[in-house]
């Protein structure tokens, strides 16, 4: 009887051993570390209703990492952690990150409302992040850590509104957004605000409606916008449900233009949209045709000898960007001290990225110019760059 309890017991073990190496394997892409090894953790969504964003990301800092694997002659080892499109799973990756990886910082993440649901981990850990993609605003107020490389809101919401009624000669809109989505939410809001100024019209938004992450029938929300008769519809949300929406839309006969923001950007808006997000128009981040710095340039041919020939969204191109600023701070710096690394992240002055030129506001902002694109021949196409107020 002892003798079979000893065996049960260390086939328990075992099994528990080979699960433990299973996890650690999942979330780092080296086995190593060492006093010679600096850790950047990564949390992004890889599963889940994100996870197409979460892996463009994700490209970005591999291929930075592969072309910049060292600094003040250190290796730099990836820990990447899937928060699975959720923002319980987001706080818990960030913690991972923290406090069993014990990271030197950490990227990301795609998702405004994913970042913010680290924020707090963040900060009272005193490791600096840099967002890539997270446009809302909340996501670094007040939180001295969370930096970012792309523009936030605000600005993009004034963006588009501007587009709407200067390019689309527009004066009555409805809104449809994925009110579970903060980033959508807020987007919406400074799309209202402004496109209300505009017109000088309190009127002007026709209607809000709202849908939740995961919802696939938009029937009831587009059936009556259509009775409102809007010149254009302004859709912030996730790419695949904006896809299912526009969809929608088109088969029910609405034939006003349908504008966005930077999450349309995915292969798989294009995939699930099909013929019905032609000539939809959003505004992103970077664009492939107008590479903007000499980093510009050779991520660019970096990334298409990395990836097949693929043409890289402008997410890849931003997460490249928070990995080169990580580690040109670390070589100011010269230590891998969180809080002198932090301190040095605030100095960044004119910092040469992939996707532009950063510098931060006050609460860490880059401060950038947009671009819009187009969905021409299922593809997406540059239109035009709209710069920063000075």
Known sequence: MKRKLAVLISAVLAVGTFLTSCQVEKVS?????????????????????????????????????????????????????DNKSDKVEASNAASRLVEKEKVTAIIGSWGSSLSMAAGDIIKNAKIPTVATSATNPLVTKGNE????????????????????????????????QEVSNDYAVGLAKYFTDSFTKLTGDSKAVLSTSNYNTGDQDFTAQLTNIKTQNPDVIFAPGNFTESALLIKQARDLGIKCPIVGGDTWETPDFLKIGGSAVEGSVFSTFFATEKPITKESEKFLDAYKKEY?????????ALAYDAYLLLVDGLKRTGSTDSVKLRDELTKTKDFQGAAGVVNFDEDRNAVKSAVIKQVKDGKFSYLDIVEPAK
């Open 145 to 176: 850590y969370y930096f970012r490389v792309c523009f936030i809101d605000p600005f993009q919401g004034t963006v588009m509104a501007n587009y709407a009624y200067s390019k689309l000669n527009a004066k009555k809109v409805a809104i449809v």
């Open 29 to 81: 892409d080296s086995k190593e570390s060492s006093s010679d090894t600096i850790k950047i953790g990564v949390f992004e969504p890889l599963t889940g209703a994100n996870a197409g964003g979460g892996e463009l990301e994700v490209e970005g800092i591999k291929l930075a990492n592969k072309l910049y694997p060292e600094v003040n002659g250190k290796k730099i080892e990836l820990v990447v952690v």
């Open 308 to 316: 097949n020939g693929k043409e890289p969204a402008a997410v890849s």
